[in-house]
């Protein structure tokens, strides 16, 4: 995990749970949530995040629980109502949507910050529900302040851009550009659609401006790096990588892809890297399978074994670490 920053510790859990959702972690995140939920019980916002770390892990009646715990404590208020409508929704269950829907269309609700829904669905990685939230305050009209429509838009587009649209993505960012445009986030998400659509330099310059606007963004320098290594330049991503690492030595996802820039090159510093991310971060499971991909070309394929099943446990939703350890079992005539 990263380090955060910031003095208060619920802060920290909440930014913690929110990276271990974008990582598809999700029982981590919701051991995270959890303890946020034990801190501040009657936070809205941390029984939400809870209900949709265990509704992500499939332990929805677990979720159906703690969510009715939540409308019973914040009945007066609409983004939860929202939520519960569409949770509801996703589990084909009408009538259980239908207490929210009503209130939704009845009742004098609180609807507090405009984009706080949509904020938490994004920070949550969960990208289709953020993007119908975000929509959806696009086409109520009500969005008066600039910076905020630029940032609803940008994220708009990020979202786009997760769902594999990436046209539809730079054209919704280079919106929010021209309503902010020393922004390095949108410039940053603007290189990653350049980048989808194969436009190889002009991600590169994007990146750069980002880079440019905000040095300290290592998110921007590390996908950077990402489009050096895929370009054929490996040495130019492994100085990027370096330097995140130079800025924070704790940086486990750092670690973890300069050791699959190194892989061929040197393996025993890949293993290393490797090996140093599970220290900060005893469950990553990127760094179990790259662990597993390193042994594996060295044939050492029980060693590769056992950490791909300690990958798979870190990420049981990883369809690609099941397939890499199906293949291992199969070469080791374990059917």
Known sequence: ?????????????????????????????????????????????????????????????????????????????????????????RREDLRGAALSQRAL????????????????????????????????????????DNDLRASVVARLGACLRQGGDHEAARERLLQALALDPSNHWTLSELAEAERGLGNIEAARTRYLEALAANPDDHWTRGHLAQLEFEDGNSDKAAQLYEEILASDPKASWAKVELAQVLADKDPARAIELSTSALESDPNNPWANAQLGNLSRKAGKLDEARAHYQQALAGSPNATWILHELADICRHLGRL
Not at 113 to 139: I, S, T, V
């Open 1 to 89: 995990m990263p380090e955060f920053d910031g003095d208060n510790p619920d802060d920290r859990l909440a930014q913690e749970a929110e990276e271990l959702m974008r990582q598809r972690r999700y029982h981590d995140a919701a051991g995270r949530y959890s303890d946020l939920r034990k801190a501040s019980p009657t936070d809205l916002w941390a029984s939400l995040g809870y209900v949709s770390a265990l509704e992500c892990a499939g332990k929805v009646d677990e979720a159906e629980k703690v969510l009715e715990e939540a409308t019973l404590r914040h009945r007066g208020s609409a983004p939860l109502h929202r939520f519960r409508h569409m949770f509801f929704v």
């Open 105 to 144: 269309q009845s009742e004098v609700l609180n609807e507090g910050p405009d984009d706080q829904l949509a904020d938490l669905y994004f920070n949550q990685g969960r990208y289709h529900e953020a993007l119908a939230e975000l929509e959806r305050l696009l086409k109520d009209g009500n969005i008066e």
